[in-house]
């Protein structure tokens, strides 16, 4: 049964609830650390699995990869922690060499070591190496992930369910470990990965923070097609937002240069796109509806990659969360998904 209701928020019933994943390299910690404590809000004697109470999860980078785990695979926050913490040290692993001879960047990590921590994450999971992105599942959470098209510089979304938008190409062959490399896929982090005939560069280079995208998905998903009056706002009950600390930056590019210049231009549209969002959809923010969490302070100086920064991470994360501001809107935003006993969208 739900619990109780705890402080007076109008209800909205069994509407939807969506969970948006910045990017941030392993500052996706700080994220994961967020959700739990939101997660052990909602229950603390048994905190659910994030794909029991979000209908649909979408990710960008290292939220991309966090999205799959919580979402097409179903695992509890603990799981996806210990899973986050074990493919860190085997994801960034130096090569030697970073400049071609032309002078353009390749990438400095090792592809092949994320691929197969990932593949090996499958199999603990109990799933074939190559298992689809589209595929069963135990969960009827919709996931998908954020990546970028190398020729074009557009956002390509692969996701775990059909879309009319999109068809079915890319989704009758994408794996879970390629979409989790397309979305990883930083230019001087890792090598580009081709799915099919194109290839795919790291998510954050426009959606670093993926909540337009996520609405977009919501509304082509769960919108009801030939109803004029229907709107995603009205049927909200709780939209999450959780970002990786300030600043959020990734870099993308084939030069230094380029390089330089993208990790200023991402650093501020991440906040940017947040502070829009929430422009454009006050109701939601008002009535506790849409949630935004992001360490403010004590993540600048750790670096996407930086590992040997872990305690930092969840120390300046736990700081956050105590703050009294955050503390009273984690209060409201478990209440809302509180308000969700038990799923009400089927897959």
């Not at 700080?30 to 809000?41: A, C, Y």
């Not at 989790?180 to 896929?185: D, E, G, I, L």
């Not at 991440?270 to 006050?282: D, I, S």
Request: hydrophobic share 35%; charged share 25%.
């Amino acid at each position: 049964m739900a619990r109780p209701r705890e402080i007076g928020l109008e209800p909205f019933g069994q509407g939807l609830c969506l969970l948006s994943l910045d990017g941030g390299g392993i500052r996706g910690l700080s994220s994961l650390h967020i959700l739990k404590q939101l997660m052990e809000s909602v229950n603390p004697d048994n905190p659910p699995k994030p794909c029991d109470y979000f209908d649909m999860i979408g990710g960008t980078s290292t939220g991309g990869l966090i999205a799959l785990m919580l979402g097409r695979l179903s695992m509890t926050v603990d799981e996806a922690i210990d899973e986050y913490n074990r493919l860190s040290p085997k994801t960034f692993t130096k090569l030697r060499h970073r400049l071609s001879w032309k002078g353009h960047i390749q990438g400095r990590y090792d592809h092949e070591a994320i691929e197969d921590g990932i593949r090996d994450l499958l199999e603990r999971r109990g799933l074939d190496r190559d298992a689809l992105l589209h595929g069963p599942s135990t969960s009827s959470c919709k996931t998908f992930v954020c990546a970028t098209s190398k020729q074009s510089a557009d956002t390509v979304v692969l996701s775990s369910y059909f879309s009319r938008r999109r068809g079915s190409d890319l989704q009758a062959i994408t794996t879970i470990w390629a979409a989790a490399r397309a979305t990883s896929a930083a230019s001087s982090f890792f090598n580009p990965i081709k799915i099919r005939d194109e290839s795919f560069v790291d998510g954050a280079t426009p959606a670093n923070n993926p909540i337009n995208e996520l609405w977009t998905e919501a509304y082509d998903t769960f919108g009801v097609r030939n109803n004029d009056n229907w709107r995603l706002e009205d049927n909200i009950l709780c939209l999450v937002s959780i970002g990786t600390g300030m600043p959020s930056v990734k870099p993308f590019g084939d030069n230094l240069k380029s390089v330089g210049q993208a990790l200023l231009a991402i650093a501020i549209d991440t906040e940017k796109c947040a502070e829009n969002f929430q422009r454009h959809h006050l109701p939601l923010a008002k009535q506790h509806r849409y949630c935004r969490f992001n360490v403010l302070r004590g993540l600048e100086d750790v670096g996407l990659e930086d590992a040997s920064k872990i305690d930092r991470i969840i120390g300046a994360t736990r700081r956050y969360i105590q703050t009294q501001n955050v503390f009273e809107q984690f209060e409201a935003c478990s209440e809302r998904l509180r308000e969700r006993d038990s799923r009400s969208i089927s897959a």
